[in-house]
């Protein structure tokens, strides 16, 4: 059974903006934390935005901050990334995850992950 599944990447010049969806199962959308990763050739994944569940508390790199928005709509158990103002070193392929098992948000350790949706950044 598929739990995550993320749409919504493309190409876009610098300046401008994207929205990323992540359509989760009803388990996998309650559960602790859902998040923002992604990875660019040859670096090592990054955590972008987190969110803690039980308060709806966000958290940002400090890579994205106010520029990229994680929301989530409760009715359609779908977690968003608005990413504003994008640039070139924002190029990655981006993946939604849920359920932290351990350590921080951001450290990667959870048990779902989505099939990744690429975002590429042109200057």
């Known amino acids: 059974q598929v739990q995550l599944v993320e749409s919504g990447g493309g190409s876009v010049q610098a300046g401008g903006s994207l929205r990323l969806s992540c359509a989760a199962s009803?388990?996998?959308?309650?559960?602790?934390?859902m998040a923002w990763f992604r990875q660019a050739p040859g670096k090592q994944r990054e955590g972008v935005a987190g969110i803690y569940t039980g308060t709806s508390s966000t958290y940002y790199a400090d890579s994205v901050k106010g520029r990229f928005t994680l929301s989530r709509d409760n009715a359609k158990n779908t977690m968003y990334l608005q990413m504003n103002n994008l640039k070139p070193e924002d190029t990655a392929m981006y993946y939604c995850a849920a359920d932290c098992y351990s350590g921080a948000w951001w450290h990667g350790n959870y048990h779902y992950w989505g099939q990744g949706t690429q975002v590429t950044v042109s200057s």
């Open positions: 009803a388990y996998t959308y309650s559960r602790n934390y």
